[in-house]
């Protein structure tokens, strides 16, 4: 239950720029189905954790207690701490949708890269995949992993 209000409050703070630099939005949380109520407290309210981000995607819980954030503008990827800190993991032009493989290792859609990497915890990465029947990948957006392993 906490993971999910962790996650709700990220995505909250990642796709919001600071009041600052835009006018103030009102969020809720809304149900398009009966059953999220089963998942999400009613009373539950939205926090902004993090800000100065610029066009968020991709975002992906860690058990370690933070979630990785696709910042598409600033042209990286962050871990983004409950308690609002972040740290950069890597710098990569246009990142993307990501997930995990079946290692827990990080998945990410490298769009200027045309490519899908893997990307270990020190920042380096290695292309899985840019190429389909032996054309380029155009830019891919997001990430699957299916039960198989299969991307």
Known sequence: MKRAFFILFVLFAVTNLSAQEKP???????????RFWDLIDRDAKL????TGFGFTEGPVWDERGFVYV??????????????????????????????YDQNRKLIDCASVLRAIIRIE???????????????????????????????
Do not use: C, W
């Open 47 to 50: 926090n902004s954790v993090a």
């Open 121 to 151: 915890p020190d920042g380096k990465y290695t292309v899985l995949a840019d190429r389909f029947e032996g054309k380029r990948f155009n830019s891919p957006n997001d990430v699957v992993i299916g039960p198989d392993g299969a991307i």
């Open 70 to 99: 696709s910042d598409e503008e600033q042209n990286k990827i962050y871990r983004v701490y409950a308690d609002g800190h972040r740290e950069e993991l890597m710098a990569l032009g246009d990142p993307d949708g990501n997930t």
């Open 24 to 34: 103030a939005r009102s969020f809720g949380l809304r149900a398009e189905s009966a």
